[in-house]
């Protein structure tokens, strides 16, 4: 299969492209997608949003920062380097996160004896970060659609929990990882699920743990540091 194909299996047959990707492990062509197509909507949010109304919500009705940063910051804050903080924060921030992904999957295929290398794990892992194009096919529709330039940061995540269920307001406990925590990430960790189980041949409940178990560890990190 090319990649284009893989990408399709995925969608439709995601075992079928997981015993190809088995046998030619490859993570270039997802990588670059969702990172490019990442940067790319943040730049056009930043671009368009109305940058004192957002510098006003990042800094004057954050209880996070004090009142004497606060002038500072928004003296210092412009849209080009928020802009081009954003994009390039992006271009390495998911290259560098997919890296700590697969070496946690390959830590745990050491600990399971799973004998699969560390090429392996960084092809699953960029390959079920395809599911996040969905946001952002939906992130670039809401920003086209807009009729008002005060567009919430929570638009670049509209599927995460925070945007559909709980609607918790910037810089407070827990935003940031009830943004991160979404449809398209699921269905990312569903692809992973779905990907040691064809590759290690091992049952479900396996390779749920497999996947679920430092994701767990993470995020549960995550929630203590948000919540304290």
């Excluded at 569903?190 to 189980?197: D, K, R, S």
Aim: glycine fraction near 6%; charged fraction near 10%; charge should be neutral.
């Amino acid at each position: 299969m090319n990649n284009i194909a893989v990408a399709a299996s995925l969608a439709t047959a995601p075992s079928s492209a997981f015993v190809e990707l088995r046998e030619r492990p490859r993570f270039w062509f997802p990588l670059l997608v969702v990172a490019l197509c990442t940067a790319a909507v943040c730049y056009w949010y930043y671009n368009v949003v109305d940058i004192d109304w957002l510098k006003d919500l990042m800094f004057t009705n954050n209880p996070h920062v004090k009142e004497e940063e606060r002038a500072v910051a928004m003296g210092m804050v412009t849209r080009t380097t928020l802009l081009w903080s954003s994009v390039v924060g992006t271009l390495i921030f998911i290259p560098l996160i997919t890296v700590i992904q697969a070496l946690f999957l390959l830590l745990a295929a050491k600990i399971t004896k799973v004998p699969l290398g560390f090429k392996h794990w960084f092809s699953l892992a960029s390959w079920s970060s395809l599911p996040g194009l969905i946001g952002i096919v939906v992130a670039a529709i809401l920003l086209l659609l807009s009729d008002s330039p005060q567009i919430s940061p929570g638009s670049m995540a509209p599927l995460s929990l925070n945007e559909l269920l709980l609607h918790l307001p910037f810089g407070s406990p827990g935003q940031n990882l009830f943004d991160t925590l979404g449809i398209p990430l699921f269905l990312g960790w569903a692809l992973m699920i779905i990907g040691v189980h064809t590759w290690s041949q091992r049952s479900w409940q396996f390779s749920a743990l497999f996947v679920l178990v430092p994701l767990a560890v993470v995020f549960g990190l995550w929630a203590v540091l948000a919540f304290r």
